[in-house]
């Protein structure tokens, strides 16, 4: 039930986000907004999006593995059908891992051609909206390496232990679903 009303408030401090962007940009103006826009990088943009929602299907086997208390592989780590939760959220750490580096050198790219958090109101909005989003993915990122150590250091996989790994999994896909939200309004609305 924690879990439930924590990402309630994490939906309503995303809403205020939202907000903030629709706000300045109705009040920016449409030839401002668009110019500053014009530097975004759908493609690339969409490919770290689909990056970020593959590892939501990685983190949701690793759930699947969890609920049938299978903690490790018992097998080929080639042979993925018999991963078992920690190699399935280790993988679900990668994704979201590349998915942050390249959220980071998308922000390299806008401010080399001068989209700054300073630049304006597009270039604040557009970096605090993201930024958040990037920091709560990093805290997903510590939470499946708590995880995964918690899986390696006990002798018995259990049901709290599983209970665990399933509650992070909801805050994961929490995650990719705000991101979703913000890739549409951000790089398909401009």
């Given amino acids: 039930m924690g879990i439930i009303v924590w990402l309630s408030s994490e939906l309503m401090f995303f809403a205020g986000l939202f907000a903030m962007y629709f ?43 969890a609920e049938k208390l299978i903690a490790r592989r018992d097998g080929s780590l080639l042979n993925v059908r ?8 280790m993988l679900t750490f990668i ?9 980071i050198f998308e ?3 806008l401010v080399s051609h001068g989209v ?3 630049s304006g109101s597009y270039g604040s909005v557009f970096y605090i909206t993201t930024g958040f989003h990037a920091i ?10 708590l995880i995964i150590g918690r899986s390696r250091l006990t002798k ?5 232990e599983a209970s665990t790994a399933v509650v992070t999994s909801y805050y994961w896909h929490f995650v990719d679903v705000i991101w979703i939200a913000l890739f549409f309004i951000i790089y398909i609305l401009k």
């Fill in 156 to 160: 018995r996989f259990g049901h709290q």
């Fill in 23 to 65: 706000t300045h940009r109705s009040v920016a103006g449409q030839a401002v907004w668009s110019e500053a826009a014009e530097a975004l990088n759908v493609p690339f943009a969409a490919i770290n999006t689909l990056i970020l929602m593959t590892s939501s299907i990685t983190c949701q086997f690793g759930v699947w593995k």
């Fill in 82 to 89: 018999r991963w078992g939760m920690t190699e399935w959220y």
């Fill in 95 to 103: 994704l979201g891992a590349i998915f942050v580096s390249l959220q």
């Fill in 136 to 145: 709560h993915v990093a805290g997903g990122l510590v939470a499946f390496l």
């Fill in 116 to 118: 700054t958090i300073s």
């Fill in 107 to 109: 922000y390299a790219e």
